[in-house]
């Protein structure tokens, strides 16, 4: 299970989350970003029929697992819960997390601001990837929210900037593991599953080989 966050605005950890989703090949991709607008929107997917977080009722008993994929929209192979609304509780994303991961691996779009529901997400997360752009401004706010993470295990992956990523790392106090090229103007949207920006591509390769070793 793995997490991605955005150390402050429109750095584009909500694309780079559907890549890793993307590049595992069967993972399931679950929005905990309540104020991102949705990542089904971003995908270009919010046409397609299937359960958001406003459609599931999780509360008591077993969730099954196979209807819970079944039942939502897929970007490419991905399947993909997102959050046109704030799920119901911390129990309800556990309940989702635990039936999503007997299915596979899970990559987790946090959002930003703590909460109960981001929280239970933060607590499973083997890690948690923070994308931060490479400025002095950008650098201080994704230092606060690696501090809102609980101490879990995190990895920050770089956009380039003015500040050289070697004087970067130390200022979010997070371990560097990659740098990836400046957000274009079209903010990376991704339109194909199958073919996601090459240098983001390469980079969620790199993240999932990481993490594979480790364990």
Excluded: N
């Excluded at 995190?154 to 990836?180: H, K, N, Y």
């Amino acid at each position: 299970m793995l997490g991605v966050v955005g150390g402050s605005g429109g750095v584009g950890a909500s694309t780079f989350a559907a890549v890793l989703a993307a590049v595992t090949g069967r993972a399931m991709l679950v929005d905990l970003d309540v104020v991102g607008g949705g990542i089904d929107v971003l995908l270009g997917i919010e046409g397609v029929p299937g359960a958001r977080w406003s459609g599931l009722r999780v509360g008591g008993g077993r969730l099954d697992p196979k209807l819970l994929a079944d039942g939502l929209p897929r970007w490419g192979p991905v399947p993909v819960l997102a959050a046109d609304s704030p799920p119901d509780s911390a129990d309800a994303v556990a309940q989702v997390l635990a039936a999503a991961a007997s299915l596979g691996p899970v990559v987790i779009d946090l959002g930003r601001g703590p909460s109960g529901p981001r929280d239970a997400g933060v607590a499973r997360c083997v890690l948690v990837v923070l994308l931060a752009v490479a400025q002095v401004r950008g650098l201080i706010a994704a230092r606060a929210v690696a501090a809102s993470l609980s101490g879990a295990p995190t990895g920050l992956v770089l956009r380039r900037g003015s500040v050289a990523p070697d004087q970067a790392a130390p200022m979010t106090a997070t371990a560097l593991i990659g740098v990836v090229p400046a957000l274009a103007a079209s903010r990376d949207r991704v339109v194909d599953a199958r073919r996601p920006p090459r240098a983001l591509a390469r980079m969620a390769a790199g993240v999932l080989d990481g993490v594979v070793r480790h364990d």
